[in-house]
């Protein structure tokens, strides 16, 4: 089992930046890819990014690009998304989530090929 927590979530006006946290704990050997995905009120949940531990590379939606960047911390078993620059159209709930299996492609933007979740951060982005 893992165990996600994610933090950092908040009110941030447009242009500003927010750092959001994902910490893993329990078996986290285990993992070998970290997303984030969000859900805005009314609307399905959306991949945003991922993190591979393996190689560290990283994927994005094309509408963050350039504006979000996600990297991870092995030492502490936590990954984070800064993001600069938000539009009022990233306010969401921002979920972590952690896949078992190496993921490719669309692969990552599948929430089936994710094993553990975490329970959400709001982000409020104000205009």
């Known amino acids: 089992q893992v165990q996600l927590v994610e933090s950092g979530g908040g009110l941030v006006q447009a242009g500003g930046s927010l750092r959001l946290s994902c910490i893993a704990s329990g078996r986290t050997v285990s993992s070998n890819a970290v997303g984030w995905f969000r859900q805005a009120p009314g609307k399905g949940r959306e991949f945003v990014a991922g993190f591979s531990w393996s190689d560290s590379s990283t994927v994005y939606i094309d509408s963050v690009k350039g504006r979000f960047t996600i990297s991870g911390d092995n030492a502490k078993n936590t990954v984070y998304l800064q993001m600069n620059s938000p539009k009022p159209e990233d306010t969401a709930n921002y979920y972590c989530?952690?896949?078992?299996?190496?993921?490719?492609?669309?692969?990552?933007?599948?929430?089936?090929?994710?094993?553990?979740w975490g329970q959400g951060t709001q982000v409020t982005v104000s205009s």
């Open positions: 989530a952690v896949a078992t299996r190496i993921m490719y492609g669309t692969q990552w933007y599948r929430e089936y090929r994710y094993d553990y």
